[in-house]
């Protein structure tokens, strides 16, 4: 809704309710609509590049936006200007996430390397195929759902990606060592974390660390208040 280029990016309209109990005026904001990015991007480290999938996996963002306009989708970003900018009884929120090209990023998932085949040197050309495929839906599930269950599964998804290689195998372009070759996407282990973050992990590790404690702490606190209010009754 900012407009503003990144690589990936949530977002988030809610609408203004007003509502009534015993005589008062009640307002809560009430969604509207929201969405994900599941275009994927490259990831360059230091012992080499992947391509990243983000379906499903739970993300850490550089960069949130929040603002409020009239319109249920926004003439501008925050900051901007609008013929509706100063407008009187604005109905709508509007909240953005995103991860910016350039940003650092910690990934947890699973890692596959498709080292039998030789990829070309423009790096998104395979990153612009699979997010054509995967926008439209329908066309994924006609050509690779296999076992016609209505999901893509990973090794449904691993063959969509190895035949996309072998389109762009096809196609007269240049060789040469700076190619992608490996795959970083949702674990097929539901148990394992799926993981985007602009955090590094030391980072996460003392965050984690301390949402712990508190949960922590905050059960004893509940315990003790339910046994105290037990004790009350008798």
Excluded at 32 to 38: N, P, T
Excluded at 86 to 96: D, H, L, N, P, V
Aim: aromatic share 12%; with cysteine; net charge positive.
């Amino acid at each position: 809704m900012t407009k503003r280029s990144c690589v990936w990016y949530w977002y988030k309209v809610e609408e203004k309710q007003t509502h009534y109990v015993r005589g008062r005026s009640r307002t809560s904001w009430s969604l509207f609509e929201s969405g994900v990015s599941d275009g994927v991007f490259s990831l360059h480290g230091r012992t080499g590049k992947a391509i990243v999938d983000p379906d499903d996996a739970e993300v850490i963002h550089s960069v949130s936006d929040t603002w409020y306009g009239s319109s249920p989708f926004p003439k501008a970003g925050p900051g901007g200007f609008s013929s509706r900018t100063f407008a009187i009884g604005k109905r709508y929120r509007y909240s953005e996430k995103r991860i910016h090209e350039g940003d650092d990023l910690y990934v947890l998932g699973d890692f596959k390397s498709f080292r039998e085949m030789a990829l070309p040197t423009q790096n998104e050309s395979l990153a612009a195929i699979l997010r054509q495929w995967k926008s439209n839906s329908q066309m994924l599930l006609n050509r690779f759902d296999e076992n016609r269950d209505g999901q893509i599964d990973s090794a449904e998804w691993e063959r969509a990606v190895l035949i996309a290689k072998k389109q762009l195998a096809e196609e007269p372009i240049k060789q040469n060592s700076a190619h992608i070759d490996n795959l970083i996407e949702r674990p097929t282990d539901s148990r394992k974390p799926f993981l985007i973050s602009t955090k590094n992990e030391e980072t996460l590790t003392a965050s984690f660390k301390y949402k712990s404690w508190a949960a922590l702490f905050l059960f004893f606190v509940a315990g003790a208040l339910a046994a105290w209010m037990v004790n009350v009754r008798v």
